[in-house]
């Protein structure tokens, strides 16, 4: 289930329902704000998983469900997005447990709203990529960095902090070095730090911060974009379905 990028009140309906009527919550500590967890009824088991292999979370999950108890496995954000859950959902297929998935905000979309930012700006970016640095993991070569940027679209970044001079190299080779990047740290938190600078200063902005972990990056021709720029779906000029012509 997805917790969203922290604010208690920006998780779902849904989601905090289910929290509140968790009888064993498992959760990502290290990004889930303890908050959350703290609307699990009083009696509710609480795991944290931050220092947990997949093997022993997935062995914990299944005895508790298996054991007739709910069972809500908490993300950060959405958990479609770097969270693992591909190999859950198989491991909890083959223990012969059925799931639900309750989507969450993401990180980028935490972002946006900081930044009081729309990110596809007609005539200028029409698309959102949302990627990764290489790193540890690994991204497959054909969505290099390089790759991506040659789009110029509006590009969100996770998990990228470690890797940002290298970040910014690869970025320069398709963005122009003034292309505004938004660098937003523990976005929605109560210490959420965000700043908007030139892509050419985003490697020594993210330094000169500390930044290591729980920074997303949105690269962005939309973040310059003009005042005048309209989008055709409210102009006077344009029908359709529900507001007719004349
Ligand atoms: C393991 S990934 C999970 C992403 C998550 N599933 C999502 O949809 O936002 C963790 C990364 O997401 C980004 N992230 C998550 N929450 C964030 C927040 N509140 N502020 C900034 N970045 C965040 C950071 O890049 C962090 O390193």
């Not at 917790?3 to 959760?27: C, I, K, S, Y």
């Not at 704000?33 to 999950?61: D, F, G, K, W």
């Not at 509006?154 to 190299?169: D, F, G, I, K, T």
Request: some cysteine; charged content about 20%; aromatic content about 4%.
């Amino acid at each position: 289930m997805g917790a969203g990028p922290g604010a208690p009140d920006l998780l779902t309906l849904r989601a905090a329902r289910l929290v509140e009527q968790a009888e064993v919550l498992v959760w990502t500590d290290s990004l889930v704000n303890p908050q959350i967890a703290a609307m699990a009824p009083q009696a509710c088991e609480r795991i944290r998983t931050s220092t947990l292999t997949l093997e022993e979370v997935m062995a914990l999950v299944i005895d508790r469900a298996q054991s007739g108890k709910r069972v809500v496995r908490l993300h950060d954000g959405d958990p479609c997005l770097y969270g693992a859950l591909a190999e859950q959902i198989v491991r909890l297929a083959d223990a012969g447990l059925s799931v639900e998935v309750v989507p969450g905000l993401s990180a980028y979309q935490a972002a946006a709203a900081a930044l009081q930012q729309e990110l596809t700006i007609p005539g200028l970016v029409q698309t959102i990529v949302l990627s990764r640095a290489g790193g540890r993991t690994g991204t497959p070569e054909r969505e290099s960095l390089e790759r991506l940027a040659a789009l110029q679209a509006s590009l969100c970044l996770y998990l990228s902090a470690r890797h940002v001079e290298e970040v910014q190299e690869q970025l320069l080779q398709h963005y122009p070095p003034e292309t505004p990047v938004a660098i937003g740290y523990r976005l929605s938190w109560p210490d959420q730090w965000l700043k908007v600078v030139p892509l050419a200063e985003m490697a020594v902005a993210s330094r000169q911060q500390g930044l290591i972990r729980t920074t997303l990056y949105v690269v962005s021709p939309a973040l310059a974009a003009s005042a005048e720029a309209r989008s055709r779906l409210y102009s006077p000029a344009h029908n359709h379905l529900f507001r007719g012509g004349a």
